[in-house]
């Protein structure tokens, strides 16, 4: 197999042997250090679905003899190879574990990465980002006016998460919105992407909910992995036909 895109994109040298080359004097970090760490990049990333790459063999952090995980940099480099991999070619996690063994397989040496922007072994980790943002604050990075904000909230394409404040998606949503609406695109016009939405929530609904239910921690971070996925594959697909039905448009 060649290595694609995902490795190509990796933030400096590949990752190499993750369980060699730990104990090189660099600060090791708990799991909620390392959440903080990846979350301004990655926002949906949580505490279980770090242990669910775990399970599924993308990370080994060290273990303390109380059983605590203890992460290094080249773990966190890691992981952010993986969690990019997903986010921006939506590969499985299957294709994204071969790509790992290939770069090991070649050779690649171990490294335990500096990353920019890490803080110093005497340094603090970064505090938790907060994506909620405020009615005035999504306006003001919208350029929406309440008005405006307000029919989407009419048509059920956002909705308030908690009283008063919006989370990215709600955020994400409101900036396309406003980018439609420069091109002469009313809200109005948008009943249809809510409505197909819905159904794609349907259909995936079934495929997801099972393990969603279960009292497992590993079943239910395999659920939110899966749910990731298949935004990500219908996000493609989407995509894919827009272009090729405009495609069509522009060579008439």
């Known amino acids: ?4 895109g995902a490795a190509a994109a990796f933030p400096g040298p590949p990752p190499g042997n993750h369980r060699a080359a730990q104990q090189d004097g660099r600060r090791l970090m ?5 959440l903080s760490e990846l979350r301004s990049e990655f926002p949906d990333t949580t505490i279980s679905k770090l242990r669910f790459l775990e399970a599924e063999g993308l990370v080994e952090p060290e273990r303390t003899a109380s059983g605590y995980r203890k992460y290094s940099w080249d773990d966190v480099a890691r992981l952010r190879f993986v969690l990019t991999a997903q986010r921006d070619q939506y ?8 790509q790992l063994a290939e770069m090991e397989a070649a050779g690649s040496a171990p490294v335990a990465l500096r990353l920019v922007g890490a803080p110093a072994d005497d340094e603090p980790a970064a505090e938790p980002v907060d994506t909620r943002c405020s009615r ?3 306006l ?3 350029g929406l006016s ?3 904000l ?3 909230e009419r048509l059920g ?3 308030c998460r908690s009283p008063g404040w919006y989370d990215e998606d709600a955020l994400a949503v409101a900036q396309a919105v406003a980018g439609l609406a420069r091109h002469g695109i009313e809200a109005r016009h948008l009943r249809a992407f809510r409505a197909a939405a819905d159904r794609e929530v349907g259909l995936y609904a079934q495929l997801i909910a099972p393990l969603a239910r279960q009292r497992d921690p590993a079943a239910r971070a395999r659920a939110a992995e899966t749910a990731l996925e298949l935004a990500g594959l219908s996000q493609m697909l989407h995509a894919a036909l827009l272009r090729a039905g405009l495609r069509d448009v522009l060579e008439r």
């Open 91 to 98: 590969l499985p996690l299957r294709v994204i574990r071969a």
């Open 1 to 4: 197999m060649t290595v694609s």
């Open 30 to 34: 708990s799991i909620g250090e390392v």
């Open 150 to 152: 307000g029919e989407i």
């Open 146 to 148: 309440d008005t405006g």
């Open 157 to 159: 394409l956002i909705t």
């Open 140 to 142: 003001e990075r919208t």
């Open 136 to 138: 005035t604050e999504l």
